[in-house]
């Protein structure tokens, strides 16, 4: 299976629509899916909204929680590569990240809040 590298400042907008869960390996026994090293692989379900365009939801994988991501929060996302893959019938593209982070929230303006001071 091929990686494809996504640009992901192409991608516009990106927030946590589902927050970090385990990715489970199989659904009988719920064994949760590892990495090669055994680092528990999570998946975060990302709303991505080019300007212009209708949202879209993609699920990423990643090896390790990411910490502060939670539901309705922006994102930052490091190291995605995209993967087509097919099983049978079925057919797709999924996923994997090496991080994904919180975007710190703003509350300032970049010349700093107003009357402080906080211009060059």
Not at 10 to 39: H, M, Q, S, W, Y
Not at 45 to 60: C, H, L, W
Not at 80 to 103: E, K, N, Q, Y
Request: contains cysteine.
């Amino acid at each position: 299976m091929q990686s494809i590298p996504v640009d992901t400042s192409r991608l516009g907008v990106l927030r946590c629509a589902v927050g970090p869960e385990p990715k489970i390996a199989d659904f009988e026994t719920k064994e949760v899916k590892r990495d090669k090293e055994g680092n528990t692989i999570y998946s975060v379900a990302v709303t991505v909204r080019q300007e212009g365009r209708r949202v879209s939801v993609i699920e990423i994988s990643v090896t390790g929680e990411p910490k502060g991501v939670v539901e309705g929060a922006e994102v930052r996302v490091t190291g995605l590569d995209a993967f087509s893959w097919a099983m049978g019938d079925r057919h797709g593209i999924s996923f994997r990240a090496a991080a994904i982070t919180p975007v710190p929230a703003s509350g300032t303006t970049p010349a700093g809040p107003a009357g402080k001071g906080g211009g060059a």
